[in-house]
């Protein structure tokens, strides 16, 4: 394997005009990067493509299905390399403990211009809701629900919070908190019913191009500004570039856009293929 490393890079450096000393080798250990999913499609998207590239670079990555909270612990205790999907600022309550006490490294952002906040379907829009302070107008035709994640997620805390102190009226709302994929059947059963439904919706991802959606205004405080913007940003244990230098400077390096990230996750998610054989085409 430290052969084929060894041709790879001199491969790169001549097609690049990068000196050799770029490649300088990593320790035996780092041939495994050990990566989190917390279930979510576009993390699902962007961890095949970095298992794409780190395969043809001569590593190997192990994928660990983990909620955001352990996933930080596991950057925390050196169990997990690597976790490509801190999104901000809706995960800053929760990452803030471990920054703190400068036990996760934030690399930077590997996506901006993502979206993360409520959404309706552009036909509950028409009907008048365009900001979470309308939710409250109709919330018997919402049965007084808000349909979430998977449970222990940042997002869905936000949401408990709003709730709890009766924010935009939404007294007697709770939220139904699933998986992913559960809440997207729910959409969908509701979608074509034409009943209303409000749930976190999030850009990338093929919710985008398979519903007509509308994000709702008003949740600066919790979401973000300018219907919840978000960046999405790579965090390393906080040793990973001094030991690994090799895979820490292509994480640092590796970087999405929205489009790419739709593309692969309906390839997925609409086509059916594997993760990795869609992070490949």
């Known amino acids: 394997m430290r052969a084929c490393k060894a041709v790879i890079a001199l491969g790169l450096s001549l097609a690049f005009g990068l000196p050799i000393?770029?490649?300088?080798?990593?320790d035996a250990h780092c041939e495994t990067v050990n990566m989190s999913d917390p279930g979510w499609s576009?993390?699902?998207a962007t961890n095949a493509v970095a298992g794409v590239l780190l395969n043809g670079l001569g590593y190997q990555q192990q994928i660990k299905n983990l909620s955001v909270a352990l996933a930080y612990q596991g950057l925390k205790t050196g169990q997990?390399?690597?976790f490509l999907g801190n999104w901000m600022p809706a995960q800053k309550p929760v990452i803030?403990?471990?920054t703190a006490d400068g036990a996760v490294n934030v690399v930077g952002a590997n996506l901006n211009s993502a979206k993360f906040t409520l959404a309706?379907?552009?036909?509950v829009a028409q009907g008048g809701v365009h900001d979470f302070a309308d939710l409250a107008k109709y919330?018997?035709?919402?049965d007084h629900k808000i349909y979430g994640i998977a449970p222990g997620a940042p997002a869905n805390q936000n949401i408990k919070n709003m709730i709890d102190k009766h924010d935009f009226n939404l007294t007697g709302w709770t939220l139904v908190e699933s998986s992913e994929s559960g809440m997207l059947a729910q959409v969908e059963r509701a979608e074509g019913k034409k009943q209303w439904i409000v749930f976190l919706g999030w850009e990338p991802h093929a919710m985008n191009t398979r519903y007509k959606l509308t994000y709702l205004s008003g949740g600066d405080t919790y979401f973000g500004p300018n219907y919840g913007s978000a960046t999405v940003n790579t965090v390393t244990r906080k040793d990973f570039s001094a030991q690994c230098p090799n895979t820490a400077r292509l994480f640092s390096q590796l970087k999405f856009n929205v489009d790419?990230?739709?593309?692969?996750?309906?390839?997925?998610?609409d086509d059916k293929q594997t993760p990795d054989r869609a992070a490949q085409d």
Not at 260 to 269: C, D, G, Q, S, Y
């Open 120 to 123: 309706v379907p552009d036909y």
């Open 139 to 142: 919330a018997d035709r919402f």
């Open 42 to 44: 576009d993390i699902g």
């Open 260 to 269: 790419l990230e739709n593309r692969i996750i309906k390839r997925v998610l």
């Open 80 to 82: 997990l390399d690597v």
């Open 21 to 26: 000393h770029a490649f300088a080798a990593d």
């Open 96 to 98: 803030e403990k471990y």
